[in-house]
């Protein structure tokens, strides 16, 4: 079983978590919803899964490429 | 007419034919049939298979079919050099195509296959034919190419090998180990499509095994993530050779067969703009919220007719060829669902070698603008922002092509020039829900009043600042020429693209970027 990282592609902070650790997911769910530049941008799972963990909480600033996220393909 | 005594021209006919056929059979069986029989096991199709999958039934004549090795001990072990090249038809269009074949010393280049390489570049070149390399060689021949000899009669002999002047497209894949020359080429063309599985890179991974002295894993070396999410080399990524050979069919068929016509009109397929009436429910109508401006793009072309480039490299920024009323156009957006739609340098490089790709084979442009601006910051200014964004402008300022811009929401700094805003394109449009600043209104109010969200009298200055970003005002200076409603935005392009068709010179721009680099 590989695991894919979701990592942040912007600089900001932690909107919302809409998953939990366990979840399976669809290609193109949305894992958690980042704040940055006035948008809510979604960490979406591009491949499906299973979340295996989550590394960040609701708030936590977030710098660009920092581990958000591990899901089991 | 039958071989007889009586007939000794049927006599030495029947000869020739048996010697020729015996000839034709040895260089046809490739690599032979057990290499052939474990592809096929594996489910990959041989170089004669792909060829057949490309072109039009019948329409291949073949170019060198009786070339082997010039080394003379390898020559009865080397079918077509390795390299199965000729002419055909891709959808009715006279075009060429080289097809690595694998079984035969690993397709590695020798002195034969390389002019074989040249003559078909050259012919392709010379007569506007679109030109197709199927990929898959272990890179040079050993030893051919070992010691100083070998180097001076196989390598440096053309000048132009590697010289790409764009005056017909190139289309690409790599179905299998590549490295070397059939790397090189990939990275060269206009489109080049990956099949999962396989390996692009300067060499073998026991070779940078060697040279690093550690273990290289093949798929981090040269695989198809690197290249469709890190290096944006690969335009497409599928699951099969056939898949992938009949993305190069695609995408040829948007293209003109050479730089001086203009491209192929199709028919307008049923249901084009059928979901046009309520397009405006996939833009949120809260501005902070994110969309995939993919949903409209479908919904704006003909049918079926989006065919995206780089989809996992830079996807901010979404490029993309197209039929608007059954001529191509290229695509260029910006996706908020990634980063919000704030363009990145990955974005910048992708646009810009789409923006070349469009101008030089005379393909109108047509951009999609919602972005809050350029990614700022110190990792953007280590990746050289500048440099990207000022390659990107100075690109879009190059096109000759028919150029149209779109707003469909934010336009804001700097990025409302990369995107078309005022006389960088030949038509500036908005829909009503454009905003258009130097930036966002909500950054505008704390440097012009120094005042934050919450604090007393921000919602009147935003209240403001909103209103003066309205397309309402650039409209009334002229400086945006039509405010477009969003439904009516096919009809709108459709017609301007009739507006500002290059009839002056039949279709054809100028092509002032054809020597530009094929990657950044």
């Not at chain 2, 050979?245 to 730089?259: E, M, N, Q, T, V």
């Not at chain 2, 909500?442 to 009043?449: G, L, N, Y």
Request: glycine share 10%.
């Amino acid at each position: 079983m590989a695991a894919t990282k979701l990592l942040s592609e912007v600089t900001g902070s932690v909107w919302e978590i809409t998953t939990q650790v366990g979840q399976k997911l669809a290609p193109g769910d949305t894992v958690m919803v980042l704040e940055s530049m006035k948008m809510e941008i979604p960490v979406l799972c591009e491949d499906g899964g299973t979340l295996t963990e989550i590394l960040v909480a609701k708030g936590d600033s977030v710098a660009e490429g920092q581990l958000l996220a591990v899901i089991a393909t | 007419m039958s071989a007889t005594p009586e007939n000794p021209t049927a006599q030495r006919q029947a000869q020739l034919d048996a010697d020729f056929e015996q000839r034709q059979a040895h260089a046809m069986a490739m690599g032979g049939s057990r290499k052939l029989d474990r592809r096929r096991e594996q489910g990959v199709l041989n170089a004669r298979e792909r060829i057949d999958r490309l072109f039009d039934p019948g329409s291949f004549i073949e170019s060198g079919l009786f070339a082997t090795s010039a080394v003379p001990v390898d020559s009865s072990s080397t079918p077509t050099d390795g390299k199965v090249a000729g002419f055909g038809r891709i959808q009715g269009r006279e075009s060429a195509a080289v097809a690595n074949d694998f079984t035969v010393m690993g397709a590695s280049s020798g002195a034969t296959n390389g002019r074989k390489i040249g003559h078909i570049k050259r012919v392709a070149t010379q007569r506007g034919l679109p030109l197709v390399f199927l990929g898959e060689s272990s890179g040079a021949r050993m030893p051919d190419h070992m010691g100083s000899r070998g180097m001076g009669l196989l390598l440096g002999n053309d000048g132009a090998q590697y010289q790409r002047l764009r005056e017909i497209p190139w289309a690409s894949a790599t179905l299998g180990l590549s490295y070397g020359s059939s790397s090189w080429y990939s990275v060269m063309s206009d489109f080049h499509v990956m099949r999962k599985g396989a390996v692009l890179a300067v060499s073998s991974s026991l070779l940078a095994s060697m040279a690093v002295k550690e273990d290289v894993d093949p798929q981090e070396l040269g695989g198809w993530k690197l290249h469709a999410e890190v290096t944006g080399f690969a335009d497409l990524v599928v699951d099969s050779d056939e898949e992938a050979i009949d993305a190069i069919k695609r995408f040829l068929s948007y293209l003109p067969g050479h730089h001086q016509e203009a491209p192929p009109v199709a028919s307008v397929l049923a249901g084009s703009g059928q979901g046009m009436a309520d397009i405006l429910k996939f833009l949120p109508a809260n501005r902070s919220q994110v969309y995939d401006v993919r949903q409209i793009i479908r919904t704006l072309v003909d049918t079926d007719s989006f065919f995206e480039l780089k989809a996992r490299f830079g996807r901010v920024g979404v490029t993309g060829l197209a039929r608007l009323g059954g001529r191509t156009v290229g695509i260029v957006a910006n996706n908020p669902l990634y980063k919000g739609g704030a363009l990145d340098t990955d974005a910048c490089e992708k646009i810009t070698s789409f923006l070349v790709l469009c101008d030089s084979f005379n393909i109108p442009i047509v951009m999609l603008v919602d972005t809050p601006g350029f990614v700022i910051g110190t990792e953007a200014e280590r990746r050289r922002a500048p440099g990207k964004i000022m390659n990107f402008m100075n690109a879009l300022s190059l096109v000759t092509v028919p150029k149209l811009s779109l707003v469909l929401r934010k336009s804001y700094g700097q990025a409302y020039l990369n995107m078309g805003g005022g006389r960088n394109s030949d038509e500036f449009a908005g829909w009503p829900t454009a905003e258009i600043s130097f930036m966002d209104p909500q950054f505008a109010v704390k440097v012009v009043h120094g005042l934050s969200p919450g604090e007393p009298g921000f919602e009147t200055a935003q209240a403001e600042m909103d209103k003066a970003s309205s397309v309402w005002d650039i409209a009334s200076v002229y400086a945006m020429q039509s405010v477009v409603r969003p439904q009516d935005s096919r009809e709108y392009l459709i017609r301007m693209l009739d507006v500002h068709e290059l009839r002056l010179s039949r279709g054809v721009g100028k092509h002032l970027m054809q020597a530009w680099p094929t990657s950044y």
